[in-house]
C-alpha cells in the first residue's frame, strides 16, 4: 500500500477556508428565524373529526373543467406538495390553471386508535371527494394520491370511480413484494399483532427511526457533514431546517389502519395477489376503467420504481400511462428538475381527459 502524501499547503487552506465558513456562519444563523412551511394561501372547506380538506388559492381563477383533490400518506405531513414559494407542485399546477385541493389528516390521538382503512377509505376519503365536487360545482373530480395515499386511491377508485374523471398516482407501491423494497423486507415477519396490541397507535419517532435507518449513513451523518458548506448561506440553511422540519413533524399512526395495512399490503401483497377486502367489499385493480397516469421516481429508495410500474398489469383501464422522473421519493416534489417537469405533465395529461 502506498503512503498516504498530505499537501502542507493545501491543508493549511483548507483549514482556513473552513474557519472561514465557520466564523461567517455565526453571523448567518444569528439572521435565521424560524423556518415556516407552506407557500400558497389556502382555505378549509371541509371538516370531520381530525381532518380537514383546503382548497388552495392561486393568483388567477382556475380554468381547468375539473379538480384535483390531492390524498397524501398518513405517515408524513402534506405540505411536502406546498413546501416553500420555489418548490411548491401546489403553487405550479395552480399556475397552469388547475384547481388543486388536498386532504389534511391531522395528528391522530388515542381517540382514534381504532380507526380502520374502511374508515379512511370509504369514510374520509369518500366524504371528502363529495365535499371538494360540491364545493367544485361538479359531479366528478380528479383523485391524485401521493405514496401510501396513492393506495388508498386505488382502492378508493376500485370501489368508487363513478365519482371520479381520472386518478393519478405519484410514488405508489402497487407491488409491495420486489426484491430492492427494503421496507416490506422489514416488515414481511413482522409479528404486526403484538406490535400494535403493545403499542395501540404507533408512534411518529418509531416511524421516523425505521425510515432513516434506511440509509443510516446518507441520512444520518453525511447530510448534517454536508449541512457545513452551507452555514454561510442564510437561503440554502432555511431550506435545509425546513426540510428538517418536514422531516420529523410526523403524525402517529392509528393502531388499527397500521395493522391492517402492513398485513394485507406488506405482508399479503393483497393489492396485487387479490384477496383485498376494504370495509367487506373485494378491491381488484381491474374495476378501474377511468384513465389513470401513473407517476414515480427513478432514484426512490422508499418506494422503489419496481414497485410501481406494475400497476400498468394489473390495472382495468385501456388509458394507461406511466411517466418516470429523475429524483428521489421526495425529490420528486422539490427539486428544481421536477419543478420545470412534473406538473406540465400533470396539467397536459389531464387537459386531454377532463370533461
Known amino acids: 500500500m502506498e503512503p498516504i502524501r ?25 439572521k435565521v428565524e424560524d423556518v415556516d412551511y407552506g407557500a400558497t394561501e389556502k382555505e378549509a372547506i371541509y371538516h370531520e373529526d381530525k381532518v380537514v380538506v383546503y382548497r388552495y388559492k392561486g393568483k388567477a381563477k382556475p380554468t381547468a373543467k375539473a379538480p384535483i383533490l390531492i390524498c397524501y400518506a398518513l405517515v408524513n405531513r402534506p405540505y411536502m406538495v406546498d413546501l416553500q414559494d420555489d418548490r411548491s407542485l401546489v403553487k ?20 382514534d386508535r381504532w380507526l380502520t382503512l374502511d374508515d379512511y377509505i370509504n369514510g374520509y376519503i369518500r366524504r371528502s371527494v363529495a365535499a371538494v365536487a360540491k364545493h367544485a360545482g361538479v359531479e366528478k373530480i380528479n383523485l391524485l394520491g401521493i405514496c401510501q395515499g396513492g393506495a388508498f386511491s386505488l382502492c378508493f377508485a376500485s370501489l368508487h370511480q363513478d365519482k371520479l374523471q381520472n386518478l393519478i398516482t405519484m410514488v ?81 399512526q392509528a393502531g388499527e389502519a397500521f395493522r ?19 370495509g367487506g367489499k373485494p ?18 429508495h422508499l418506494v422503489p420504481p419496481s414497485a410501481s410500474r406494475p400497476l400498468g398489469d394489473h390495472i382495468g383501464t385501456k388509458d394507461y400511462t406511466q411517466l418516470a422522473f429523475k429524483g428521489g421519493h421526495i425529490g420528486i416534489y422539490v427539486s428544481g428538475r421536477a419543478q420545470r417537469e412534473v406538473p406540465p405533465a400533470i396539467h397536459e395529461w389531464l387537459a386531454k381527459r377532463t370533461r
Open 260 to 278: 391492517e395495512f402492513i398485513r394485507d399490503f406488506y405482508q399479503g401483497n393483497k393489492l396485487v395477489k387479490g384477496g383485498l377486502e376494504i
Open 172 to 252: 405508489t407501491p402497487v407491488d409491495f413484494h420486489t426484491k430492492d423494497n427494503m421496507l416490506s423486507h422489514w416488515t414481511r415477519d413482522m409479528d404486526v399483532d403484538l406490535f400494535v396490541d403493545t403499542l395501540g397507535n404507533v408512534p411518529a419517532d418509531l416511524m421516523n427511526w425505521c425510515y432513516l435507518t434506511l440509509k443510516p449513513v446518507r441520512l444520518n451523518q453525511q447530510k448534517y457533514i454536508a449541512m457545513l458548506d452551507i452555514l454561510d448561506d442564510k437561503a440554502e440553511l432555511e431550506n435545509f431546517l425546513r426540510m428538517e422540519k418536514w422531516i420529523f413533524d410526523s403524525p402517529d
Open 6 to 30: 498530505i499537501d502542507p499547503k493545501r491543508a493549511l487552506d483548507d483549514a482556513m477556508r473552513a474557519q472561514q465558513k465557520l466564523a461567517a456562519s455565526f453571523r448567518t444563523l444569528r
Open 283 to 300: 378491491i381488484s385493480l381491474k374495476n378501474i376503467t377511468i384513465p389513470v397516469l401513473n407517476i414515480f421516481a427513478e432514484q426512490d
Open 92 to 111: 405550479n399546477l395552480l399556475a397552469l390553471g388547475e384547481d388543486v385541493y388536498i386532504i389534511d389528516w391531522g395528528y391522530p390521538d388515542g381517540g
